[in-house]
């Protein structure tokens, strides 16, 4: 028995999947994790609002466990009455022409975005995306055995897309764009004008454009979000994801939806079911009272960041001899890159923030090689957290 194990490999160490053993450990988490070894941490790392889920959100998700309602499973599209809700938004602040059925209620934006890239992707297929770029966009391509293509954004233009970077980067084997905007991150605002240029690519080519709209809400000093799917004649070409995790401050919650042309729901489903079978119910009631209730939480959530933003540069403008930045015109993430030569290696870079100064940020490195020489800030915490993280690095640098 024990001869026949040897030559069959039983009972020796089993290896995993060269697939996920070969991606790197998210420096996002890592820089979590070792926060906890800290006490009195001031956190500019994660991108969590503090502000807590409005109220009557809350009394909502009570009401439908008080009622029985969240107890079981719902359609896997999501429950009807959401994805009505849903079409009304998109149409309404979205100016998409959307309908129910062009609707999935997903875990998040993130279960959305994984569930169209498999649907997309064939292995060996090639997705183009701008970068610095979300970390789990990277790993979600390479997941799904494709290829990520990363194409630098324009730093010295405000970390503008690379149209034509773009277009020269496709190959016969592209099969798909993956974007967000506004930019985690960055912060950038993709103008309408070169999205257009985006769609014009993706039509020429027949490509698919995924695109993940997280911040939508949050953009200032007049920048716009503008929602590619809006265009018509790109309906079949674009796969949206959004969620309510910022719009309304529902981390926890893990709800979010996609839309796309009818046609390709059905394609999608078949990944969404094995991932999920369907969004949490009890978190989908939660999201028909947002939609449906008092939506001045998202224009306080705004004034609070930009007051936050404003109040993040001005302390950066007092270490210009470590950091450049460029104003983000949305989101609640800004960029900044370090001039010290230490800032080669980001991950280092904020180790040592953590250790001697008991301030937690993100490695730039995180976001993709163009990402390097920046650290990650969130203005999502209070006021009062963020000149205490300054005062510590105005101490520590200066």
């Known amino acids: ?27 996002i988490h890592e820089m979590t994790r070792l926060s906890k070894q800290y ?9 969590k609002p503090t502000t ?4 009557y959100i809350n009394r909502g998700a009570v009401n439908a466990i008080k009622e029985g309602l969240a107890g079981g499973y719902s359609q896997n599209e999501g429950l009807s009455e959401l994805t009505e809700e849903i079409a009304n938004k998109l149409r309404r602040d979205n100016k998409i022409n959307a ?4 609707i999935i209620v997903t875990v998040g934006a993130i279960e959305g975005l994984a569930s169209a890239v498999m ?20 790993a979600q391509v390479k997941l799904a055995s494709g290829k990520p293509v990363l194409v630098p954004l324009i730093e010295e233009d405000g970390f503008a897309l690379d149209i034509k970077g773009i277009e020269n980067a496709i190959t016969p084997e592209t099969r798909a764009i993956l974007y967000c905007s506004p930019n985690n991150p960055t912060g950038t605002v993709f103008a309408k004008e070169q999205l257009r240029q985006l769609a014009e690519i993706a039509w020429t080519y027949n490509l698919m454009i995924i695109t993940d709209e997280a911040y939508e809400y949050f953009t200032y000093d007049g920048a716009k979000h503008f929602s590619i799917a809006a265009i018509p004649e790109m309906r079949k070409h674009i796969i949206s994801c959004f969620t309510f995790t910022k719009t309304y401050a529902m981390t926890g919650w893990r709800i979010g939806y996609l839309h796309t042309s009818e046609e390709l729901i059905p394609q999608i489903k078949k990944a969404h079911i094995p991932f999920t079978i369907c969004a949490p119910v009890v978190s989908q009631y939660a999201a028909i009272t947002a939609l449906q209730g008092d939506q001045s939480c998202i224009s306080e959530f705004r004034k609070h960041y930009l007051r936050a933003r404003n109040l993040m540069c001005e302390r950066l403008d007092r270490l210009n001899s470590v950091f450049e930045y460029v104003k983000p015109e949305g989101s609640y993430l800004m ?3 370090i001039l010290d030569e230490k800032g080669k290696d980001s991950l280092v870079f904020c180790k040592e923030l953590l250790k001697k100064a008991k301030v937690s940020t993100t490695p730039g ?8 020489s920046h650290i990650r800030l969130s203005f999502c915490v209070s006021e009062d957290m ?9 101490k520590y640098f200066l």
């Open 1 to 27: 028995m024990e001869e026949r194990n040897k030559e069959r490999g039983l009972g020796q160490k089993m290896d995993m999947s060269k697939r996920v053993s070969k991606l790197k450990k998210s420096a």
């Open 386 to 394: 963020i000149n205490k993280a300054f005062d510590r690095m105005e």
């Open 39 to 47: 006490d009195d941490v001031a956190f500019l790392s994660w991108a």
């Open 52 to 55: 807590g889920t409005p109220e």
């Open 335 to 337: 960029f900044p890159k």
């Open 99 to 102: 309908s129910p059925d062009q």
């Open 119 to 138: 649907s997309v992707l064939d292995p060996g297929d090639e997705v183009i995306m701008p970068t610095p770029t979300y970390s789990t966009h990277i």
């Open 365 to 372: 490195i995180a976001f993709g090689p163009t990402g390097e």
